[in-house]
């Protein structure tokens, strides 16, 4: 096993498949958001009796999140959790179908985003797999800056993406992180013409050098930490920004914390391990507001790569 | 020291180069990858490293992307910048 399939155990492909996925956006078109979400309590009641399989990429979370859970209530949080996450695809597909207008998308602390912008060394946004984040980017169009996006789809993954619905083309730069250098210097290109740069913080890409171990819900798991060596380069602040569903049509996109990266930290990799640790905690703390709201679907904590 | 011999210099005793010496870098080695095996964790310190010794932003990352290829690349790049 070479050393980034050891570091990144998660897939960014769909458990459905491209004709499910179809039927989903047909019912959107016809019946709007609440005909799919009705489809959508069936499919998953399915999913969670007769796929054990699937069950299971929810209980790495869900066993570190109520340790004290026993199967009937674990079984109705695994339940839970992927309604969520089916939801929230829907909502995602329901805005590039039908529209933004469909869905109400609120900023808190977009003062504060507005004043990093304006220091002029770029802003590194660091989300995670939480709530809507697609949709919650919407939102960014207030900073009216750039917008890059670090992300990395599977070859032959079905999921579309909001704006590979309408046609109109991305809103935002994507970088592709299995490009020139892992995009590292498109990264930092961005940074330095004051542009804001996305990345998830959560998710292992690229080799297990560029990881550290933080604590997250009690337990190691291997983050990593390119970004934070990236903000000490360009003197870029980062913002966490998490995003939460609040109610049927509306999202929020929070402003949980601001961390700086001081310049000249070095090649030793510990150096980076407190600002990683401080994003972790920040997550940590989202999951204990949001416990269904969490959408990473396999073994964050196996630092071996197995399983 | 002439840019090449100090860039050799820099690469083995700032990015931790194990078992080589500056002398054994050929000018056309490439950087990343299967010449000298550096990474994109490595490029990000190299970009402050010339910052910090030859004084130079590299802002275009295009450009940097073709100054990273070797040795002679990156200091034709930083020999064309300090005479501009």
């Known amino acids: 096993m070479d050393s980034e399939k050891k570091g990144r155990q998660w897939s960014s492909k769909s458990v459905g498949t491209a004709w499910q996925h179809r039927f989903f956006y047909l019912l959107i078109r016809l019946g709007g958001r609440w005909a799919a979400y009705l489809v959508l309590y069936f499919i998953i009641f399915y999913y969670m009796l007769l796929r054990p399989d699937q069950r299971k990429k929810s209980e790495y979370y869900l066993r570190r999140r109520f340790p004290d859970s026993g199967p009937v209530r674990r079984w109705w949080q695994s339940y839970r959790m992927s309604l969520e996450l089916g939801k929230v695809l829907i909502d995602r597909a329901a805005v590039g179908i039908l529209g933004p207008e469909v869905l109400s998308v609120t900023l808190q602390g977009r003062e504060e985003l507005l004043e990093l912008v304006g220091e002029g060394r770029g802003l590194i946004l660091m989300m995670s797999h939480v709530g809507c984040w697609q949709v919650a980017m919407a939102a960014l169009r207030c900073l009216e800056t750039p917008v890059n996006l670090l992300i990395q789809q599977e070859e032959g993954d079905v999921d579309r993406h909001f704006f590979e619905h309408s046609g109109t083309g991305s809103p935002f730069h994507i970088i592709d992180p299995r490009g020139y250098l892992g995009g590292t210097l498109e990264m930092m290109g961005a940074l330095k013409k004051g542009e804001v740069l996305s990345v998830m913080g959560d998710r292992m890409l690229g080799s297990d050098r560029s990881s550290v171990p933080v604590r997250f819900l009690g337990d190691e798991m291997q983050v990593n930490f390119s970004s934070y060596k990236i903000a000490s380069a360009t003197g870029a602040p980062i913002a966490v920004l998490f995003s939460r569903k609040t109610g049927p049509s509306s999202y929020e996109l929070q402003v949980s914390g601001v961390i700086r990266v001081p310049a000249d930290l070095g090649r030793s990799k510990e150096a980076y391990l407190p600002y990683a640790q401080l994003f972790a905690r920040l997550l940590e703390e989202y999951t204990v507001k949001n416990p269904f709201q969490f959408f990473n679907f396999y073994d964050m904590w196996n630092n071996d790569g197995e399983g | ?84």
């Open chain 2, 1 to 84: 020291m002439a840019i090449k011999e100090k860039l050799k210099k820099i690469l083995v005793e700032e990015l931790n180069l194990e078992d080589m010496t500056a002398e054994e870098i050929e000018d056309s080695t490439p950087l990343f990858g299967e010449g000298l095996g550096l990474d994109s964790l490595d490029a990000v310190e190299l970009v402050v490293l010339i910052q910090k010794h030859f004084g130079i932003e590299i802002q275009d990352m295009e450009e940097g992307r073709e100054a990273f290829e070797s040795v002679e690349t990156l200091a034709g790049f930083i020999d064309e910048r300090l005479k501009g």
